[in-house]
């Protein structure tokens, strides 16, 4: 199975590009962030003509996660257990936003299902901000979340991906220095990150493949390669086992009309091939 993450900053404005990635990538399981949509406005046509199902789950412009899978798609979740909510002003409700959905993929053809949550971690804003409260808070709800379904389930073949908005090592990010005093690197948030092998995951694309997945549109960071590495596959022990190869996509960072993310693949064995 090939899967893919990718965060597109807008799926109605970049589906052409994730149609044709999708083909030139042979990708089977595409887990997006940030689609900037409602279910409703998504761009479905391109995609089911291509044979690939979708989940997707957006409240406003704002968030959203999708996941489009050509090998089945079933039990749908739209959040996990305690997943904290958020109020965008004093005056509005506090809302679960729209920034995990996880589905059960694979159970089509010769593969073995895998539990799929593709998810777009809060950005966090400000060290003294309390988005960066509730980043903390939604990260460590996860971390309970899965020791839970592992526990459960030693078994549980589980993928955790997405733009985690975190860099857990300096070399994740061109320059520390330009980071001092922000978000994404701080000590609280990478040890947020660094919990969840507390529970059984392990972050698999590290060791398979090196460099950025995110460059921000402004001050040529592209082109300077001034980047940073935010976006992780973190798999349950078995489905570890299974992983063989990583990529990120530099490609899809190029050129007109671009994401600032780069897609991140791995390719997830059958288990019988794990096993030789």
């Not at 949509?37 to 761009?43: I, L, M, R, T, V």
């Not at 999708?66 to 904290?84: D, M």
């Not at 509730?134 to 899965?146: C, I």
């Not at 940073?228 to 596959?233: G, P």
Request: aromatic share 10%; net charge negative.
């Amino acid at each position: 199975m090939r899967l893919a993450t990718w965060n597109v900053n807008s799926i109605r404005t970049r589906i052409d590009r994730v149609a044709a990635f999708l083909e030139r990538e042979n990708v089977d399981v595409l887990a997006m962030q940030e689609i900037k949509c409602k279910p409703e406005q998504f761009p479905r046509q391109a995609l089911e003509a291509a044979g690939y199902e979708l989940a997707v789950h957006g409240l406003d412009q704002w968030n959203g996660v999708a996941i489009a899978s050509r090998v089945g798609l079933e039990e749908v979740s739209t959040s996990f257990p305690g997943q904290p909510t958020w109020a965008k002003s004093p005056q509005a409700d506090a809302v679960v936003e729209a920034r995990a959905l996880g589905t059960t993929v694979g159970t089509k053809g010769d593969g073995e299902p895998v539990r799929l949550w593709s998810l777009y971690v809060p950005n966090g804003r400000e060290l003294n901000h309390p988005h960066y409260t509730y980043k903390l808070e939604w990260l460590e709800a996860l971390r309970q979340a899965t020791g839970q379904w592992l526990a459960t389930k030693p078994e549980l073949a589980l993928a955790l991906v997405g733009d985690w908005n975190v860099a857990p090592l300096d070399e994740d990010v061109w320059d520390m220095e330009a980071f001092a005093g922000a978000t994404h690197v701080s000590a609280p948030e990478r040890a947020a990150f660094a919990a969840f092998e507390q529970v059984g995951m392990r972050e698999v694309t590290r060791e398979l493949v090196d460099g950025y997945t995110y460059w921000d549109y402004q001050k040529l960071r592209f082109p300077r390669n001034e980047g940073m590495r935010i976006d992780f596959v973190q798999a349950s022990p078995t489905l570890a086992a299974r992983i063989s190869t990583a990529a990120i996509d530099r490609f899809e960072r190029k050129g007109k009309g671009a994401s600032d993310h780069a897609p991140v693949i791995v390719t997830i064995d059958c288990p019988c091939a794990s096993a030789r």
